[in-house]
């Protein structure tokens, strides 16, 4: 997950030592963290055509919801503190957790409405993003997969009217950055 400034400068040695620029770059993506993907690298996107493996679609399974209730003893979450405090310490403060909580039941409510579940839908909402090339997936057994593939076919049905719907309950769509160099907007886009 580098910079555009390391990916930039990645690009400067490849060019002087006559290598294969990068082509691809694997940031965290989800409904939760969205401002490097959105923001940041979509200049960077426009301008050199650059792909996307993105990670973490999940957001290490906060968006499952099964976590809202309480941590399963044989999940990473529990085993694993590092893990702990990336993907579940950060939505669970005390001036998070009524937001998360609301933006879980609220992603609920869409996915029944999809008749889905709301890992699904999280996955199908970032292969929704013109901008992602793969979105990886992990799953602890064969039953998480095959319901995640499912995303594959739900995605193409995401609606204008749905993502705006999911946006509304998120509210945490990137603000517009200047392009300096042309002096327009990047809006994020979706």
Known sequence: MWSVTDIME????????N????????????LLERERMEKEYLPFFDRFNMGTTIYSPLAGGFLTGKL???IPKDSRTSSNPVFKSIFYDPYMT?????????RIKGLQEIA???????SQL????????????TTLIGTANLKQLEENVIALKLYKSLSPEILEKIEKVFNNRPQPQINWRTGTLYPPRR
């Not at 909402?125 to 090339?133: E, M, Y």
């Open 122 to 133: 999280a996955i199908a909402w970032t292969l929704k993003n013109q901008d992602v090339s």
């Open 94 to 102: 005390e001036t998070t957790k009524e937001t998360s909580i609301a």
């Open 19 to 30: 290598l294969i620029r990068p082509i691809c770059e694997q940031p965290v993506y989800n």
């Open 10 to 17: 990645a690009y400067e040695v490849c060019d002087r030592l």
């Open 112 to 118: 029944k409405e999809l008749k889905c579940t709301i």
């Open 68 to 70: 809202l209730k309480e």
